[in-house]
């Protein structure tokens, strides 16, 4: 499956990424969030989720590691995994929730939950390139390729 790759200048472009992504979603996808601390991880999660109909203030769950929503008519879970140190500290969380096939769930550091966590339908890596980003979507599942087919080549206007 072939990645697609984005060079996105500022903030308002990985915004407009996720947001675009967003009218792609027609059902459930895990995604996971590749990316060094401050590369757009959360900004990307925000944008998507509140694309998606969240209409709630959309809150950074390093602190509570999962926070869950309801986008239009699924449930959504985004998860940051920073400060765990062992998989089996996610074992408390509940996660089999996440197993839904209509949810969306969004990982931050997904690497850190290695085992305890759906397989990826959609990798996004977030990269520092210059003064902006670069995203890179790799799909792993047919429901990722899926997504990353309908989202064609790199929008002229975003990358």
Not at 14 to 22: D, G, K, Q
Not at 24 to 31: I, T
Not at 98 to 116: C, I, K, T
């Amino acid at each position: 499956m072939t990645p697609h790759a984005w060079e996105l200048p500022d903030e308002a472009a990985t915004s407009a990424l996720a947001v675009r992504m967003a009218g792609m979603l027609d059902e459930g996808l895990v995604v996971y969030l590749h990316g060094d601390l401050g590369a757009g991880k959360t900004s990307f999660a925000r944008a998507l989720l509140g694309a998606l109909g969240v209409g709630e203030r959309i809150k950074s769950p390093t602190y509570s590691l999962v926070e869950s929503y309801r986008a239009g008519s699924r449930p959504a879970w985004h998860l940051d995994l920073y400060r765990i140190a062992d998989p089996g500290e996610l074992e408390w969380l509940g996660l089999d929730a996440l197993s839904d096939p209509a949810a969306l769930v969004l990982v931050e550091w997904p690497e850190r939950g290695a085992g305890a966590l759906p397989a990826p339908d959609l990798v996004v890596h977030l990269s520092y390139a210059g003064t902006g980003r670069r995203a890179v979507m790799e799909p792993r599942t047919s429901r990722g390729a899926g997504v990353a087919s309908r989202l064609g080549e790199p929008d002229p206007h975003v990358a």
